[in-house]
């Protein structure tokens, strides 16, 4: 049984870490028992690849080395999906698996499950079901475009199980946990400071790297004017995002002289560390979002919108968009609200388990159709 694993950007090597170490470890069972094994194909597309972005990931969380690097990277969306699936397609007569894994709602995620779908392989999408309801958002596109050819649709949370049943896709659709919540409870005790932040004292984590925010003059404008208000009366820590630096340095922006403590791209271990002992969390990200309240710390996300609805339904989360006032009323508002993180809204660390089990029994059986193709909802 083999299947391609097609990933690009940092979002989705963490979320491949967690499913790879999950079949590894179900190939350690079924060896013993002489079973058949799943063989993991990984394909890079290069979209992310500089060290911080990249390599760091493969390193520290141990991710298998990927069989190809397709380089693909710096163009736009529709040139780089059109390369990437041209890539990925030989990729795909040459390696002939059973299937094809992708993750999240990058231009790396569709064009893998469009490069599967055009030769009749079945698609794995995890983090399926996640909606913004803005078409605006090429992350919107990519996802609503991928569940609508995926196979087996992985959901991190009932809402997202909800989403697709509205849109009518109900077979193969199973709410396992979401990954990254697997992965900050696996690395939580290997979280590590980044370099001159261990005795830093009070700090606000903040991340920006929506397209949405930072190609829009406008919103970025919006959002520095209150970091760099809130930095008078409280240290900001933004590791900066390769695309929000290019910004910043095409609008004159004095990174050097600025009152925010900017620093590179961390790894995961510095990020977790990062997440743990900030106060607050300011992002537009939608991992960091889900981190902040895996840390138990309150987030202000700069969007209009998010797709983790339940954060903000339950009080941890408060949406703040991207004009320097809204910003400064949230930040007011959620640093005098101490919400209590009682509620488990992502499972409980077992989604990696739960979907090589699941991929593994869709291939044992697809072929003579005794998989199960109702919809499922059992959370880890
Ligand atoms: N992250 C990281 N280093 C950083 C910033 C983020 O390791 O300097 C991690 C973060 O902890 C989360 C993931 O990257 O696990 C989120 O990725 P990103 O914000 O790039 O994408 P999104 O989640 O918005 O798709």
Redesign the pocket.
Known sequence: MKIVTVIG???QF?KAAVVSRAISKLNIERKKENLKLLDEVIVHTGQHYDK?MSDI?FTEMKIPKPTYNLGVNNLSHGAMTGQMLEKIELVLIEQKPDLMLVY???DSTLAGALAAVKLNIPIAHVEAGLRSYNMFMP?EVNRILTDRIATLLFCPTEQAVKNLMNEDLTKYVLNCGDV?QD?AIFYANRATPPPGCFDIGLFTLC?I??AENTDNPERISGIFRALEEIALERQIVL?L?PRTLSKLINMDYDIDNSKIHIIK????L???WL?LNCNLVM??????QK?AYFSKKPCLTLRNETEWTELVEQGYNKLVGFVTNDIMEGYRAITKNNPKFDKKLYGSGNAGNLIAKTIVKYLENAKNKLFNNNSTTQQS
Do not use: C, K, W
């Not at 992002?283 to 960091?288: A, L, P, Q, R």
């Open positions: 950007a940092r979002p963490i911080n990931f999240g709602d990058t992350e990254m992965a991340t790297h929506r590791p995002h791209p961390v790894g995961y510095e990020m977790q997440l992002t537009d990200s939608g991992g960091v981190e």
